[in-house]
């Protein structure tokens, strides 16, 4: 169930994750400004059905809401976050014993559901003296029958093909696809990117992320969503675009159709992004 941006609940192997969670209004370091949300949260924060961890991509705002995080460690949950995270949330007063930090490629089983820490293209901080004090990363989440992957914030990197060649195939891909810029393009994966992404991770199903939540990039808000489905036809790949606290099954997703407005919007052509120091095979 896609919440909006990267705030995501994924069910598999009988147990639930929180994904990226964010509630505050403003994605930013105060309460009362910053880029503010087009729209509220579809899910109460009191209602979140049981969830067995709060997985963390990394530290930039708009991922790690501090206020988010002080009410769910309130109501006793564990978190799971890149090196380093941790420490903003032992700060924020979540006790260190609920609290594991994972590097690339390492792992931690919860009830039989494997969650691996895996590499992206990124930066960290949330201020002007802690750039790249702390990790980011993407996310493997592995159950017998069931995989789900989660790009995180990223660029385009090799590391995607070992990616799906060690973890994968995906039944389902939740990719980075908005707020993107040609001056971010070894940050951010772009539309046209996040489809071959999820092809070299072996997905199955792909669900853009990271969009339509925050005005965050100069690009409309639709227009992620609009690329992503030019490029998703062209690749042959498989596309859901639910609307925010849309329940969806991997196995039956729903017929691909728009629910947001006509915006003007540029094509890949008119606004290419591709990733700096890439062989030509990605």
Not at 159 to 175: N, Q
Not at 181 to 191: F, I, K, M, Q, T
Request: aromatic share 10%.
């Amino acid at each position: 169930t896609w919440l909006g941006h990267s705030t995501s609940i994924v069910e598999l192997g009988g147990i639930r994750l929180l994904i990226d969670p964010v509630w505050s209004k403003y994605s930013g370091p105060s309460n009362w400004y910053g880029p503010g949300r087009f729209h509220a949260p579809p899910l109460p924060l009191s209602e979140l059905p049981e969830i067995a961890a709060v997985v963390i991509s990394h530290d930039h705002y708009d991922h790690l809401d501090t206020k988010t995080i002080k009410a769910l460690s309130d109501s006793g949950h564990s978190f799971i976050t890149p090196l380093g995270v941790g420490s903003h949330l032992r700060y924020w007063g979540v006790p260190a014993d609920r609290i594991t930090e994972l590097d690339w490629w390492q792992e931690v089983t919860l009830s039989g559901v494997r969650l691996v820490c895996t590499p992206a293209r990124h930066f960290s901080g949330r201020s002007l003296w802690d750039r790249n004090a702390t990790l980011w990363a993407g996310w493997a989440m592995i159950a017998p029958d069931k995989r789900v992957f989660f790009s995180g914030d990223t660029g385009m990197h090799p590391a995607f093909r070992e990616i799906g060649e060690r973890l994968g195939p995906f039944d389902l891909t939740l990719i980075e696809t908005g707020a993107y810029n040609v001056s971010w393009r070894d940050v951010h994966l772009g539309p046209e990117q996040a489809v071959r992404a999820h092809q070299l991770v072996g997905g199955k199903l792909m669900i853009p992320v990271h969009w339509g939540t925050f005005d965050l990039a100069l690009h409309s808000w639709t227009e992620p969503a609009e690329r992503v489905m030019v490029a998703a036809e062209k690749a042959g790949v498989a596309l859901a675009i639910p609307q925010p606290g849309q329940p969806l099954e991997p196995s039956a997703p729903p017929p691909l159709k728009k629910w947001w407005p006509d915006m003007n919007w540029e094509s890949a052509s008119e606004a290419p992004v591709r990733s700096s120091a890439l062989p030509d095979d990605l």
